[in-house]
């Protein structure tokens, strides 16, 4: 817990550094709010959105997009951190700590993760109390679903990470699962519009069962029990995922060790 704190106030030090950031950020979301609220007063009311989740468009649209902006940055999160400290030459010493390449990557990647969840979260607000999205959300369910989302999509990042850790550049696998998760996963309109063979595929996605599950619990205000085969799924996800991740990172620090390349940028 103390190496956690002391990796997030690092990370909080140097977001406080740079207060424009922050303002960047906040002027980017209600832009990208502002958007999708006169896109879905052109759309109008949608009985497909209506009649599976009880909500308007532009609630169900918000959903979509605070989950999407979320997994997204926790896909990435990761390998940025690791990025930043080969450029900054910090990540040799961190990886010289007595811990596991699998603990240290974690822990850099803490604040990212912490920080996309806030976001997300803000995004929703924002969402509500701006623009009048309907919420009727169920507290522990949605705070269940958002934890095992974040859980199964910090493994893809730790995945990523590994990437980068060899390689030093972006991993091109983590911008195509994004991708298909816009197309098939059902960011901004349900799968149901979806070809049975596109609807399948969609299923393979973790992303597809994080936004199901998310909006059932806070546009239906769907209960634990009826989320229970969402959550097992994710969970299922995390169980394949995290294994492998640290496979792959353990993997990737014995190669550059072997390759002489750890402390080059």
Not at 130 to 153: D, E, I, K, M, Y
Not at 240 to 247: M, R, Y
Request: glycine letters at 8%; a positive charge.
């Amino acid at each position: 817990m103390r190496l956690l704190l002391a990796f997030l106030g690092r990370d909080l030090r140097i977001l406080t550094a740079y207060r424009l950031n922050a303002l960047l950020l906040l002027s980017g979301g209600l832009f990208t709010l502002t958007l999708f609220y006169f896109l879905a007063r052109t759309v109008g009311e949608s009985p497909l959105v209506r009649g599976r989740y009880g909500a308007d468009y532009f609630s169900f649209a918000l959903v979509g997009l605070a989950t999407a902006a979320l997994l997204r940055a926790l896909q990435t999160g990761f390998s940025h951190a690791v990025r930043t400290a080969q450029n900054d030459g910090s990540l040799e010493p961190l990886l010289g700590a007595p811990l596991s390449t699998v603990h240290v990557v974690t822990l850099m990647g803490a604040w990212p993760v912490a920080n996309a969840l806030l976001r997300a979260l803000g995004l929703l607000a924002l969402g509500a109390l701006l623009f009048g999205a309907r919420l009727q959300l169920h507290p522990v369910s949605f705070v269940l679903t958002l934890l095992l989302s974040a859980l199964a999509f910090c493994a893809l990042g730790l995945l990523s990470a590994a990437f980068v850790l060899v390689f030093k550049r972006g991993d091109p696998f983590t911008y195509a699962l994004d991708a298909l998760s816009y197309l098939f996963a059902g960011v901004l309109y349900p799968t149901d519009v979806l070809p049975p063979l596109l609807r399948t595929m969609g299923r393979l996605l973790p992303a597809t069962h994080a936004l199901h599950g998310l909006r059932e619990s806070a546009l239906r205000g769907a209960g634990p029990l009826e989320l229970l085969h969402t959550w097992s799924t994710l969970s299922i996800f995390s169980l394949i995922l995290w294994p492998l991740a640290a496979w792959a990172l353990s993997a990737a620090r014995r190669h550059v060790e072997q390759a002489g390349t750890l402390p080059h940028s």
